[in-house]
């Protein structure tokens, strides 16, 4: 039993546990080693266990090895809503709608790139705009818009022919959550996204360069075109921008002013949810599926970017480079799906019915499917693919990152961003940032350790590690 914060902790499992259930809710699940449990601020148990007292939950509540606090829920959340008598909750789906991860193969080894690394960075820093207030290059119309985030990636592929059509069927949902309405959307929500599409933002979103560092499972990898050590792989780490945030911030603001209609109890109002079926859950989820695809339509043109970039670098074409997307996988989600719910005495365990998952900082990890899972940039990331373990255990979802230790202002304090620059080139690791600020935010020390994050839950057997990748280059917003 491992006891923090006045919360007792009982050992179920391999980096498993579950909380003492001494309140009236669901179960409260942790898949982390005890090393990971100690690094979790205060604020994610007493908001787990708030998120575990929603009504209309089945099965058990879960907090992955990532997991810090948020608003509302933990960044790292998962949970399951009955689709006929539950809940939607935006705080647990977060304000980033679909922030998610896409992973990019050449045939370029490290060898190949070191000479050129500055300049392609350089070039993807003007290509690919970081930072708040920044514009892409794709220039759209209202009317435009409306169908990239109805239609998602299939549209901007054949409509405006940016991005390849293979690249499709490696999208999560190939690249179009069903259901999306841009009548759901405010105008304040489409003006704000208009000029955003292929831009990274701020924050903890990246382009990033990286090399093969270590292949785990050699067969896995070759399916998913990583064939060697040093081999050159491009992440992308972004979500749906303003666009998904106003979507977040208006439904917040409509289910707040209606809460009284709902009769339901909450500890905690930045969770505030509406009946699944209710007129305000319907038009919230339709808008959710546009943000959801705005975010799909942006890595996707980030992609055609990153190709023009390459093209330009090396005299070849993207085809001849292979270019490949191995898998883009989002967070930040709520999804309807079908799942065996996990043993769960209070909660109907072993039964099988539709649900609608929150996937808060989580990401989805069916059988076979690729998982991506980012580090913090002084670090390295990791490809892994989905297992059955996760379907049974967790509604078929793992972590999503290495997870924050320390607040963005605290980061600031104890390094400048500048120092953090030279320090990451002289470990051979070239960055490019909107602001010396916000590299220092993303320093390396405020992240959990992203192997021990990855430990964690394949000891858990939610995901199975495939392959490690070390940053050589890094553009952040």
């Known amino acids: 039993m491992v006891n923090l914060y006045g919360f007792e902790l009982n050992k179920i499992g391999e980096a498993e546990y579950e909380v003492k259930n001494d309140y009236q809710g669901s179960a409260l699940r942790i898949f982390a080693e005890e090393k990971l449990l100690t690094k979790m601020d205060e604020e994610v148990f007493i908001q787990a266990r708030n998120v575990a007292q929603l009504p209309g939950l089945v099965g058990p509540t879960i907090i992955m090895a990532d997991a810090h606090s948020g608003y509302g829920a933990p960044i790292g959340t998962v949970f399951a809503m009955d689709a006929e008598e539950g809940y939607v909750s935006p705080g647990a789906v977060g304000y980033d709608i679909n922030c998610g991860m896409r992973l990019i193969t050449t045939n370029l080894f490290y060898a190949e790139l070191k000479n050129s690394i500055e300049k392609l960075i ?104 990583i064939k060697e050590v040093n081999q050159i792989v491009v992440m992308v780490h972004c979500g749906s921008r303003g666009f998904g945030h106003q979507v977040c911030t208006d439904y917040l603001r409509i289910f707040e002013r209606h809460l009284s209609e709902f009769k339901i109890v909450l500890n905690d109002r930045q969770l505030v949810c509406a009946p699944i079926h209710s007129q305000y859950a319907k038009e919230y989820l339709a808008g959710m599926a546009a943000a959801a695809n705005f975010a799909f339509v942006n890595r996707e043109a980030i992609t055609y970017q990153i190709r023009l970039a390459f093209e330009k670098v090396f005299g070849k074409s993207a085809e001849e480079l292979e270019m490949n997307l191995v898998y883009d996988v989002a967070h930040n989600m709520a999804k309807f799906e079908e799942h065996e719910i996990p043993n769960n005495l209070k909660n109907n365990g072993g039964l099988k019915k539709k649900v609608l998952v929150h996937r808060k ?117």
Request: hydrophobic share 40%; no cysteine; glycine share 14%.
């Open 361 to 477: 900082g989580a990401t989805r990890s069916f059988p076979g499917q690729p998982v991506i899972i980012g580090g913090s940039m002084e670090t390295g990331s990791y490809l892994l693919v989905g297992s059955g373990e996760a379907m049974k255990k967790a509604f078929g979802s793992t972590a999503h990152g290495s997870g924050r230790t320390m607040s963005r202002a605290k980061a600031k304090k104890m390094v400048h961003g500048q120092k953090l620059w030279q320090k990451m080139k002289s470990q051979g690791i070239i960055v490019r940032s909107a602001s010396w600020a916000g590299l220092a935010e993303e320093a390396g020390f405020a992240y959990k350790n992203i192997s021990d994050v990855v430990e964690s839950i394949s000891s858990a057997g939610l995901s199975k590690p495939v392959a490690y990748f070390r940053p050589v280059g890094n553009i952040k917003g």
């Open 122 to 225: 350089n070039l993807l820093f003007d290509y690919v705009p970081a930072g708040v207030g920044r514009k892409g290059f794709l220039k759209v119309s209202r009317e435009e818009l409306k169908k990239l985030v109805q239609d998602g990636v299939s549209y901007l592929v054949s409509a405006k022919g940016i991005g390849w059509s293979n690249d499709i069927r490696h999208i999560e949902e190939k690249g179009k959550i069903a259901g999306a309405d841009f009548s759901s959307v405010s105008k304040e929500a489409v003006d704000r996204g208009m000029s955003q599409l292929a831009t990274l933002g701020s924050g903890n979103h990246y382009l990033e360069i990286q090399k093969v560092e270590k292949i785990i499972n050699k067969d896995l990898a070759k399916e998913l075109g």
